[in-house]
């Protein structure tokens, strides 16, 4: 059953028949298109974070590993570009990201 499931959610991401998603992924020993699929999802995650108004709107997401993983990089990235060098305690964004990671 999970190489019916895992062909059929591969199928649905990349728009084809099932049995051409069970077929690349007999012919594919490393898993490229699962590879492909924990981006796409990725990707689906960052734009509900940047799409989000509040915090609260992300609240469904608190323990969710890949928004998790999107905040942290996210805040990450605006720490290095914004002030590199500097931890800058009183920036909104790195207090909130410190917030995220349990105060680290």
Not at 19 to 35: G, N, Y
Not at 42 to 64: C, G, H, I, M, T
Request: net charge negative.
């Amino acid at each position: 059953m999970p190489r019916l499931w895992t062909a059929a959610v591969v199928a649905n991401a990349f728009h084809v028949l099932p049995s051409v998603a069970a077929r690349a992924l007999d012919e594919d020993p490393e898993r490229v298109d699962i590879e492909c699929l924990e981006l796409l999802n990725y990707a689906r995650v960052k734009r509900l974070f940047d799409d989000a108004k509040s915090d609260e709107e992300l609240a469904p997401y608190a323990n969710d590993e890949t928004m998790l993983l999107v905040r942290r990089n996210t805040f990450d990235v605006h720490h290095s570009r914004t002030h590199p060098g500097d931890d800058r305690p009183g920036c909104p964004q790195c207090v909130r990201n410190r917030e995220a990671r349990g105060g680290r």
